[in-house]
């Protein structure tokens, strides 16, 4: 257990550390929150950890307490350069002053002796979507991700099926990864406020995704197709779909055993895939038929 008697050094009087607003950067304040954050990594004395996003160090200073090497990613030459003043003579820190959307995390993994590690990030909330996605595709490499990030897009990733809330980013971190809300974080916890409420969300990757299908490039176009006409049923967003026609419909409706006049805020991921094994073989079955080989 993580002892509370250090207390963050939160105000500065360097105009030039004050958050850029362009970069949605709101710094963590809150003792107790940064405490629960690394807590819930439940870190053990070998592993790495890295941090996305380390900004002003809130969090990159209690990860030393827990763990022999901590990565930290931060773009922002300003705090950069605080970051090396406070940690730079730490051998277990590491700072990458690159953008956290572009660097590789398998260079991370490879220097960690090939090992997992675990991330934990305050994430800018404008691109916390490309960052999820990135981890997404990068998650052979870690073990799980606790992530700050706004309350509203954390109910999204850990949505079911029936709700508003469920859409593209449910379907997609559901598919390979189990997320948790851990606990809500009000506006006062960080400097300047944001005008939204936050929550900590960690997400443990699956060791394979949740659902089989045997395309998933096209498991993934159905589901944003479907959802980007939420309000339409299902036949006709599907209607037009790389070669599915009107007459297609009762076919892929039979062999997937879901009603086509259902919306998609209403289909589980399993519902998905079995959409996608109907559709692709409607989609064989359509071109065979054209085939001119099949003509002769």
Same mark, same amino acid.
């Given at each position: ?7 963050? /050094? ?39 950890? $890295? ?18 090497? $901590? ?49 934990? @990030?305050?994430?800018? /909330? ?39 809330? /469920? @859409?593209?980013?449910? %379907? ?12 809500? %974080? ?26 089989? %299908? ?22 006709? *967003? ?27 805020? *209403? ?30």
């Amino acid at each position: 257990m993580l002892s509370h008697s250090t207390k963050f /050094y939160t105000s500065s009087k360097r105009t030039d550390l004050r958050p850029k607003k362009s970069l949605s950067q709101n710094f963590l304040i809150d003792d107790d929150v940064a405490y629960r954050i690394i807590e819930s990594l439940d870190l053990s004395p070998e592993e790495c950890v $890295v941090e996305l996003g380390a900004g002003r160090g809130a969090l990159t200073r209690l990860l030393f307490k827990e763990t022999p090497r $901590v990565v930290a990613i931060e773009m922002d030459r300003r705090f950069c350069n605080e970051l090396r003043e406070k940690f730079g003579r730490f051998e277990q820190f590491q700072l990458i002053e690159k953008d956290m959307l572009k660097f590789p995390l398998e260079q991370v993994y490879r220097e960690c002796g090939e090992e997992r590690f675990k991330v934990v @990030g305050n994430l800018p /909330y404008h691109i916390t979507g490309p960052i999820l996605f990135k981890l997404i595709d990068e998650r052979e490499y870690s073990h799980f991700a606790v992530l700050m990030m706004q309350l509203e897009v954390a109910e999204r990733l850990a949505a079911d099926p029936g709700g508003k809330q /469920y @859409g593209i980013p449910s %379907v997609i971190t559901q598919m390979y990864g189990d997320p948790e809300i851990l606990f809500h %974080v009000p506006p006062e916890a960080f400097r300047p406020r944001p005008k939204v409420q936050s929550a900590v969300v960690k997400i443990s990757w699956r060791a394979e995704p949740s659902v089989s %299908v045997s395309n998933e490039k096209l498991y993934f176009q159905i589901v944003k197709r479907c959802f980007s006409q939420r309000r339409k049923m299902i036949r006709n *967003t599907l209607t037009g779909l790389l070669d599915i026609h009107k007459e297609n419909l009762p076919v892929i409706e039979s062999e997937s055993s879901v009603a086509l006049s259902r919306r998609p805020e *209403t289909l589980s991921l399993e519902e998905f895939a079995r959409l996608t094994t109907a559709v692709e073989n409607t989609q064989k079955n359509n071109r065979s038929r054209i085939d001119p080989k099949n003509m002769r």
